[in-house]
């Protein structure tokens, strides 16, 4: 989980939660007397503390001789964005979601993911670039390669044919229902 925390008046600064140490997850555990479990639950929800405790204890390594009680940011001025680790699983965990729903297709999946995701990511692009590859990718990996005789054509001594479709060009009219709704997010 990334902390933006963006100063008034200033350019915001990114602090990775994974980049802690443990020595440094437990002062901020004793700071802000709450178990490390809670802590990372709390940052999903942007919970004040939790962001407060993870960008102090990192700022400190920096400015050692920084207090916990100098450090304090207004209410606006921290959120938590999902990190390219997290989205990359979340984004996996939704489109797994299409193997065993015949009702769900990643076109749906991937229209419900742009709608959201990107707006929690701390990098909105990678997000929105890996949701578009993962619904243009095959929804059966082994089915989508071909045995060697297919593909090649000196195999058959003719000329590949062509095809009345790329792939990845499937489109759908289909539109998400509450029934194919994924997990929820948390947002700002």
Avoid at 27 to 53: C, N, S, Y
Avoid at 100 to 125: C, K, N
């Amino acid at each position: 989980m990334i902390i933006v925390y963006t100063p008034a008046g200033g350019e915001p600064e990114h602090y990775d939660a994974s980049s802690l140490r443990v020595s440094e997850a437990q002062i901020v555990q004793r700071t802000v007397d709450m178990k490390w479990q809670d802590i990372k639950a709390g940052l999903e929800q942007d919970d004040l503390d939790a962001m407060r405790g993870i960008v102090w204890v990192i700022k400190k390594r920096s400015q050692p001789s920084l207090r916990f009680g100098e450090f304090d940011p207004g209410v606006d001025e921290m959120t938590s964005r999902m990190d390219q680790k997290e989205v990359t699983a979340y984004v996996d965990n939704a489109f797994s979601a299409v193997d065993g729903d015949d009702d769900l297709t990643p076109e749906m999946v991937a229209t419900i993911l742009r709608e959201r995701l990107p707006d929690v990511a701390a990098d909105p692009e990678h997000a929105r670039s890996l949701i578009d590859a993962r619904a243009q990718a095959p929804k059966d990996p082994a089915a989508a390669e071909a045995s060697p005789q297919e593909t090649d054509p000196a195999a058959h001594g003719s000329s590949p044919s062509p095809t009345s479709s790329e792939p990845g060009t499937a489109t759908s009219d289909s539109s998400p229902t509450s029934s194919t709704s994924l997990p929820e997010m948390s947002t700002p």
